[in-house]
């Protein structure tokens, strides 16, 4: 009998395909240092039983179909899906899964770096700094507003979401949550105008679906307190940018942070020149280990998959 084949669209980190390899399945990879386009995927993928894919590569109807009736996974290295048709998934009998739990204390740490460093400026700071225009301490320099005892509005309150607030409590905040199930835990608001009324820094952690697709918009920033911050830890088109830029340059937001954008890794320009915006390069769950228990929780599910199980982290269909 020959072994399965799985196309793999970059290289993972070290001991990410072990559990490929244990089970001498038959691995094809793009040559070193260069990853598939989504053209060079639709070309290879038949004949191959799986695909190990992330977040950056569109797994559309083409893919699917160039691969049935063979391809019977696809197993994303990132807990979002979003890319992933899981329709015409779901039409050619394809198992999708995601890397659900192992990221969530790492993006959680990222999510509060950036509560941390939008809300005391501190990117502002450091450039002033660094380019020469710090003349010394003084009492009205730089000023930010307390994380400690501020109201912290957490939308979506999953995985990453309550790890999130778990460090808001340390910091001595008061964490409020929305989602579209009450979720029974204190805290919980049942609208998300007003989570966004009564929060003075608000952090989001919900999926992209249709029905988040431009959810913070131009009303609901304008719903969120003067002076409070605005963190996206999620996808970047749940937020509308330009919106988010012109609270920025009006002042009405103290300070926001964003890991994710529209249309990654293209950045909206005005983003670059928005006063008081932190910005990183989608980097929520880059920790040496993270990334490689991400790849390892891929590769063994395309191995339980094939070997005919249901691993524990497969995405359902869509309703
Ligand atoms: P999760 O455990 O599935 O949590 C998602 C939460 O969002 C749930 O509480 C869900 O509750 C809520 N939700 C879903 N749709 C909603 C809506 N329309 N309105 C309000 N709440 C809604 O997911 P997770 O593992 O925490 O990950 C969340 C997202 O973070 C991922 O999908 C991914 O996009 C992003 N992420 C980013 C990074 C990064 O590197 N920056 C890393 C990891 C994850 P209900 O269904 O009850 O509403
Ligand atoms: C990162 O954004 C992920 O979805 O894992």
């Not at 490929?20 to 191959?48: F, K």
């Not at 197993?75 to 890397?99: L, M, P, Q």
């Amino acid at each position: 009998m020959t072994a399965p084949r799985v196309l793999v669209t970059r290289h993972l980190p070290e001991g990410g395909l072990d559990p490929l390899i244990d089970a001498g399945y038959d691995i094809t990879l793009p040559v070193p240092g260069e990853t598939l386009s989504h053209d060079d995927v639709v070309a290879l993928i038949p004949g191959h039983a799986g695909l190990v894919c992330d977040l950056t590569d569109l797994t559309d109807a083409a893919v699917i179909e160039a691969g049935a009736p063979t391809l019977r996974i696809v197993a994303t290295v990132s807990v979002g899906f979003d890319k992933i048709d899981r329709v015409a998934a779901a039409a050619h009998d394809v198992a999708v899964t995601n890397t659900p739990g192992v990221l969530d204390e790492t993006t959680a740490d990222l999510a509060f770096l950036l509560i941390l460093t939008a809300a005391r400026r501190s990117s502002g700071a450091e450039a002033d700094l660094r380019a020469g225009r710090w003349t010394g301490w003084a009492i009205d320099d730089h000023l930010g507003t307390d994380v400690h005892g501020a109201t912290l509005g957490v939308v979506g309150f999953g995985r990453i979401g309550r790890a999130v607030a778990r460090r808001a409590e340390g910091f001595g905040m008061t964490v409020l949550h929305s989602t579209r199930r009450p979720t029974g835990i204190a805290g919980y608001v049942d609208s998300l105008d007003e989570l966004l009324e009564r929060a003075d820094i608000v952090s989001l952690h919900i999926p992209l679906t249709p029905e988040t697709r431009g959810l913070i918009g131009a009303k609901q920033i304008a719903r969120m307190k003067e002076g409070s911050v605005l963190i996206n830890t999620a996808r970047g088109p749940i937020v509308d940018e330009d919106a988010l830029v012109d609270a920025l340059e009006s002042g009405h937001l103290f300070a926001a942070g964003l890991d994710v954008f529209d249309g990654e890794p293209a950045l909206n320009p005005r983003l670059l020149t928005a006063p008081n915006l932190t910005i990183l390069p989608h980097i929520g769950s880059a920790t040496h280990a993270t990334r490689r228990n991400m790849a390892q929780m891929s590769s063994a599910s395309v191995v339980t998959v094939l070997q005919g199980g249901t691993p524990d982290n497969l995405v359902p269909p869509p309703l």
